[in-house]
Structures are given as structure tokens and as C-alpha cells.
């Protein structure tokens, strides 16, 4: 009877650890698919601004902090304006990444 409480407490923890998203996995999705034009901190390559013709807003700002982890995520998977849906993304990794984007404020 113990053994069965136990065993459902481990599972159940183990179920929470895996939805739970994480930061530190988030940094390395970050770096592998993010950083390359948004910076390692978020603040935005001049460079690909100039070749998007657009303003980068960094990442730390109020202006995307203001949104909503939804719709971060949906910026990620889904592109928004010149910024193309990246691929190779799992739905995970892009709420990871959310969780990291939200230790740079
Ligand atoms: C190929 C370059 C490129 C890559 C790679 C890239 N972005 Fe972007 N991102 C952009 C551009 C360009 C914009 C501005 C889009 C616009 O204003 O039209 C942008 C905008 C954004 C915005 C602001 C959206 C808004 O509503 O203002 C967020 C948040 C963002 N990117 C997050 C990410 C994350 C997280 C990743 C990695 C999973 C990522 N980007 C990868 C180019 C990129």
C-alpha cells in the first residue's frame, strides 16, 4: 500500500518536472536558434536589422516583455512580420525559451 503512494508521488513529480519549463534548457535553444539575430542577451544585431529593414526590439524591453507568454511563443512558432517561424522548435523548447526570454528583464 505504502510502496503504491509512493511509486504514484514519483510519477506524478515526474510528469510536473516535464511540463515545467525550464530556462536553462531554454538558453541553449536560445543560443542555437535565437541568438544568431537577436544578440546573446537579446538586445538585436544591428546587422540584421539593417538587412530585415527593421527596429529589433530587444528582447529585455517592456515592449515584448509586455507580452504575454502565448504570445511569445506563437511569435516563435509561428513568425511574426519579417521574423520567419523557426524551425526545428518543438513546443517545448519553445516554451523554454519563453522562460529564458523572461530572466532577461
Ligand atoms: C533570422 C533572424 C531571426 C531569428 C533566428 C529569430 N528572430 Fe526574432 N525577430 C527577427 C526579426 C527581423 C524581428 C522583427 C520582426 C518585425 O518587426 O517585422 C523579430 C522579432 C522578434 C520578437 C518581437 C515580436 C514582436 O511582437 O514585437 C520576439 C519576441 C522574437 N523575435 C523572438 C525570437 C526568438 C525567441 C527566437 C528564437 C527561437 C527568434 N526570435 C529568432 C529575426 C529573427
Known sequence: MKKTILIGTVSLLASVGLAYAGAAEGKEVYTA??????????????????????TLPPLASKEVQA??????KKV????????????????????????????LK
Open 33 to 54: 536558434k535565437c541568438q544568431s539575430c537577436h544578440g546573446a542577451n537579446g538586445e538585436g544585431k544591428a546587422a540584421i536589422a539593417k538587412m530585415f529593414n527593421v
Open 67 to 72: 507580452k504575454s507568454d502565448a504570445e511569445l
Open 76 to 103: 516563435i512558432l509561428a513568425g511574426k512580420g519579417k521574423m520567419k517561424p523557426i524551425a526545428g522548435v518543438s513546443e517545448k523548447q519553445a516554451d523554454d525559451v519563453v522562460a529564458f526570454v523572461r530572466t
